[in-house]
């Protein structure tokens, strides 16, 4: 595998980006090795500046779920572009995108569109808090929902990573006004109701944890959080920027049958282009600026090719089966992956729902944080140099989900599995 290109790319960017990157997962640092520079994209493929191949399974963390470079959906912006591409005045896309969502999601009565999902929460954790009167904010250890001060605590993703268990330039204000609960412990989420509940505005969760790898909630699970809320008056936050339209149409509330207060949302609504949106009930979105009071605004907000993308991407995502096509790659693909761990006695297991899972280098799946960070990170750094070697791109981190596209084939799994016996089998030794 040539690389000379991308080092020489790596090299020069290091001297202008810190790191060399602008999102610290992407120098590889837990996986050894420096980055690709790509090139383009296109269907389940990745193609570098040095010529290499790759099968795709991060699709830019999640949001190409069509693959890379989808042709009605290139189209459709392409002639959105035409006709400008931002304006910072309404425009009537971000009605009909917003009108879809509400139609698929129904917690979403009303929402505001935003350039990011770490910006959308930022946002529904405000108005939270605007609209309860109270300043505290429960999160669960591993989940991460931005970058924002008040979240990065235990945060999962990037940081555990980069074995960071939060980030300098917090102030210490901000995390006393942050509490932290184990992920499938309502007993922990009990604890800290009944020492803090008036003073919580919300709880916020990702309903499947997909910041520590794939980590399922156990059953029972988001319905007791919906009744503890409920019982203490605070708001109920699913943090669905990886999930939504992803778990399925209706995103992991309409899978798991729970509603939640406020919803984020990011990456498949925008169909690949910078986007979040936050919403909820109507009697807590009024409180926005300029309906309320709390102030949040954006000048890319809604702009016409953002809009364009999400409403293309969701119209394919309506036609015929798609979730029940991706749902069958998948299956095969983990099953195929459960099947050579077994075969070749590696102390692994894969983790899944819908087209995200994960492979965890221990012996039995997740269930929260801690038990994530038990994970042999050595054995994957193995088997992700492997597997990169064969043209297959995993995360390059232990901590982040796979995601299966549209644009999979049958041939690009056979490919992967031969890919994934090598790479067990290396990562053993």
Not at 70 to 88: C, D, I, S, W, Y
Not at 106 to 125: D, H, Q, W
Not at 314 to 331: C, I, S
Not at 375 to 392: I, S, W
Request: charged share 20%; proline share 5%.
């Amino acid at each position: 595998m040539k690389t000379q290109r991308s080092d020489e790319l790596f090299e020069e960017a290091k001297h202008y980006l810190p790191g060399g990157v602008d999102s610290p997962v992407r120098a590889f640092g837990s996986v050894g090795g420096k980055p690709f520079f790509v090139r383009r994209g296109s269907g389940s493929k990745l193609f570098d500046e040095d010529g290499n191949t790759y099968i795709d399974y991060v699709c830019s963390w999640g949001p190409l779920i069509l693959g890379h470079a989808h042709p009605r959906v290139v189209k459709a912006v392409q002639r959105a572009a035409e006709n400008g591409l931002t304006f910072g005045t309404p425009c009537e896309l971000e009605t009909v995108l917003a009108r879809m969502i509400s139609a698929a999601i129904p917690s979403m009565e009303m929402m505001r569109f935003v350039s990011s999902g770490t910006e959308a929460v930022m946002s529904a954790l405000r108005v939270a808090r605007a609209f309860t009167g109270r300043n505290k904010v429960l999160k669960f250890a591993g989940c991460y929902h931005g970058h924002s001060d008040a979240l990065l605590v235990k945060a999962g993703s990037g940081l555990a990573t980069l074995g960071l268990p939060s980030s300098p330039g917090v102030p210490t204000a901000w995390a006393n006004d942050t509490l932290i609960a184990r992920y499938n412990d309502i007993g922990s989420v009990e604890q800290l109701f009944s020492a803090h509940g008036k003073d919580i505005a919300a709880l916020i969760v990702e309903p499947v944890a997909a910041n520590m790898g794939v980590v399922l909630p156990k059953t029972g699970f988001l319905e007791d959080l919906r009744r503890i809320t409920d019982t203490y008056g605070a708001l109920l936050v699913f943090d669905e920027v990886i999930t939504g339209f992803r778990a399925s149409y209706g995103g992991a509330q309409a899978l798991l049958g729970v509603a939640p207060d406020l919803t984020t949302l990011g990456k498949i609504v925008g169909g690949g282009l910078p986007v979040g949106a936050y919403g909820g009930k109507r009697k807590v979105m009024e409180l926005v600026a300029p309906s309320g009071a709390v102030y949040q605004a954006g000048t890319l907000s809604g702009n016409p090719l953002a809009m364009t993308a999400g409403i293309e991407t969701l119209k394919v995502l309506r036609e015929g089966d798609p979730y029940g096509r991706l749902q069958k790659m998948t299956d095969v693909l983990t099953v195929g992956l459960s099947h050579l761990i077994g075969t070749l006695g590696v102390p692994a297991v894969v983790s899944s729902l819908g087209s995200l899972f994960t492979v965890f280098f221990s012996p039995e799946a997740a269930t929260d944080y801690d038990s994530a960070l038990m994970a042999d990170t050595d054995k994957y750094r193995k088997f992700f140099r492997a597997m990169l070697e064969a043209g297959v791109y995993v995360p390059p981190s232990q901590f982040e989900a796979c995601f299966v596209s549209l644009a999979h084939t049958e041939e690009d799994v056979d490919r992967t599995l031969e890919a994934a016996q090598r790479a067990f089998s290396a990562s053993l030794k």
